[in-house]
């Protein structure tokens, strides 16, 4: 179901839509918040003749909500919500077959590496080559004859390395591969893949979209019907999907999407700018500052620069471990994307199990430190940083 709804508002504006699309009063009661149908069966009047809906797996109409609104901010025709977004990264790898080839961006997502490479390659045989995207060229170079998906994530985690991605999506289009983008760290708000070409948008929503680390939960927005119809039988014969309940969280949490988006980026600016005039940090990661290689890039692709930043400290790892300890606003933890500031050591947390050389080779230092920005006041955020560095 798209928004066809006719007391729908007609629009293409992310913020009317964040609060609206695939949703309408309750006919029923007139509630103005969609109902949380926790129920597993749906009663049929005969065999087969029933509302649109049967059993919860199938469809649930919190979920239909939710994937409506999903394909409206990603500007795609259909949408299907997942339990996470590993789930919906392993619904979409049931679309190959066993010998087929992936080119997969090198600084993807872990849990994306740990998918392909230790659990469908030794059990369907599927072959991932792991390239560096910065050059549209390399993907080119990567392809094979039986390659079947490129796979990749723009800005990059940690290093907030910014993929061009028409270019990518030039190099699938004249190949006929399917390019998918795993959109989770820019958000629709910040860049919409589809619009540029792309075959499919993938998001853990338990990131930015619910964005108060409530709810683990991932998605797939696409354009293509026959696609959706093969995505959708998968979803249901898999059965990786989200309860109601956290089907209405996530579609809470992308009300305010369009203004936490605006402050993470505003907030993160400002933290990137204080990182830089610190002398006890040697190197700040993220597009929005002038000194990021590919910060003309990312002004051409994104509509702003996102929350992430990370910087490098001059003292290594212990540094870090010390930086990461003592902050007192910023929470140590994984994940990114909630209302609340996060921080992390890559190498002793996120990306500890790619062996050290391997870490270093790819760019990964010591001492780097990634950083979650949060919506807080943006004075209290700087002022923890700065006492927690007096100690790195
Ligand atoms: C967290 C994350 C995932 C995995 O999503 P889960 O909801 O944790 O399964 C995939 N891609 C990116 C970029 C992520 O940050």
Not at 27 to 47: C, D, K, L, R
Not at 336 to 347: H, K, R
């Given at each position: 179901?798209?928004?066809?709804d006719?007391?729908?508002?007609?629009t293409?504006?992310?913020?009317?839509?964040?609060?609206?699309?695939?949703?309408?009063?309750?006919?029923?009661?007139g509630?103005?918040?969609?109902?949380?149908f926790?129920?597993?069966?749906?009663?049929?009047?005969?065999?087969?003749?029933?509302?649109?809906?049967?059993y919860?797996?199938s469809g649930?109409p919190?979920?239909?909500?939710?994937?409506?609104?999903l394909?409206a901010?990603?500007?795609?025709?259909?949408?299907?919500?997942?339990?996470?977004?590993?789930?919906?990264?392993?619904?979409?790898?049931?679309?190959?077959?066993?010998?087929?080839?992936?080119v997969?961006?090198?600084?993807v997502?872990?849990?994306?590496?740990r998918?392909?490479?230790n659990?469908?390659?030794?059990?369907?045989?599927?072959?991932?080559?792991?390239?560096?995207?910065?050059k549209?060229?390399?993907?080119?170079?990567?392809?094979?004859p039986?390659?079947?998906?490129?796979?990749?994530?723009?800005?990059?985690?940690?290093?907030?390395?910014?993929?061009?991605?028409?270019?990518c999506?030039?190099?699938g289009?004249?190949?006929?591969l399917?390019v998918?983008?795993?959109?989770?760290?820019?958000?629709?708000?910040?860049?919409?893949p589809?619009?540029?070409?792309?075959?499919?948008?993938?998001h853990?929503?338990?990131?930015?979209?619910?964005?108060?680390?409530?709810?683990?939960?991932?998605?797939?927005?696409v354009?293509?019907?026959?696609?959706?119809?093969?995505?959708?039988?998968?979803?249901?014969?898999?059965?990786?999907?989200?309860g109601?309940?956290?089907?209405?969280?996530?579609?809470?949490?992308?009300?305010t999407?369009?203004?936490?988006?605006?402050?993470?980026?505003?907030?993160?600016?400002a933290v990137?700018?204080?990182?830089?005039?610190?002398?006890?940090?040697?190197?700040v990661?993220y597009p929005?500052?002038?000194?990021?290689?590919q910060?003309?890039l990312?002004?051409?692709?994104?509509?702003?620069?996102?929350?992430?930043?990370?910087?490098?400290?001059?003292?290594?790892?212990?540094a870090?471990?010390?930086?990461?300890?003592?902050t007192?606003?910023?929470a140590?933890?994984?994940?990114?994307?909630g209302?609340?500031?996060?921080?992390?050591?890559?190498?002793?947390?996120?990306?500890?199990?790619?062996?050290?050389?391997?870490?270093?080779?790819?760019?990964?230092?010591?001492?780097?430190v990634?950083?979650s920005?949060?919506?807080?006041?943006?004075?209290d955020?700087?002022?923890?940083?700065?006492?927690?560095?007096?100690?790195?």
């Amino acid at each position: 179901m798209d928004s066809q709804d006719s007391r729908f508002f007609k629009t293409t504006r992310l913020a009317t839509l964040a609060v609206h699309a695939g949703q309408a009063p309750d006919p029923s009661t007139g509630a103005i918040m969609t109902p949380i149908f926790n129920s597993a069966t749906f009663v049929q009047e005969a065999p087969g003749k029933h509302k649109g809906y049967d059993y919860s797996r199938s469809g649930n109409p919190t979920r239909t909500a939710l994937e409506a609104c999903l394909a409206a901010l990603e500007g795609g025709r259909c949408g299907l919500a997942f339990s996470s977004g590993s789930g919906a990264l392993a619904t979409a790898l049931h679309l190959l077959s066993p010998g087929d080839h992936v080119v997969c961006g090198d600084d993807v997502y872990g849990g994306t590496y740990r998918l392909l490479e230790n659990v469908f390659r030794p059990s369907t045989g599927i072959d991932t080559a792991f390239v560096s995207l910065e050059k549209p060229e390399s993907l080119a170079a990567a392809l094979r004859p039986n390659t079947k998906m490129v796979w990749l994530e723009t800005p990059t985690n940690p290093l907030l390395r910014v993929i061009d991605l028409a270019e990518c999506v030039k190099v699938g289009q004249a190949a006929r591969l399917p390019v998918w983008v795993d959109n989770t760290f820019a958000t629709p708000i910040l860049q919409r893949p589809l619009e540029l070409g792309a075959t499919a948008v993938v998001h853990s929503t338990t990131k930015y979209l619910n964005g108060h680390s409530d709810v683990v939960g991932g998605a797939i927005v696409v354009n293509d019907a026959e696609l959706h119809a093969k995505l959708a039988y998968l979803q249901n014969a898999i059965g990786a999907v989200p309860g109601a309940n956290d089907s209405w969280l996530v579609l809470r949490g992308i009300k305010t999407l369009e203004l936490r988006v605006q402050r993470h980026c505003s907030n993160a600016a400002a933290v990137a700018d204080f990182l830089a005039s610190h002398r006890k940090v040697s190197r700040v990661l993220y597009p929005g500052r002038k000194d990021h290689p590919q910060h003309e890039l990312a002004r051409r692709q994104m509509r702003g620069f996102g929350g992430m930043v990370s910087f490098e400290l001059r003292g290594g790892l212990e540094a870090a471990q010390r930086v990461v300890c003592a902050t007192r606003l910023f929470a140590l933890a994984e994940s990114l994307g909630g209302v609340e500031s996060l921080i992390e050591s890559p190498a002793l947390m996120t990306h500890a199990s790619i062996p050290r050389e391997l870490r270093l080779q790819r760019g990964l230092a010591d001492g780097l430190v990634r950083l979650s920005v949060g919506i807080e006041d943006p004075a209290d955020l700087v002022e923890d940083l700065d006492q927690a560095l007096s100690l790195a």
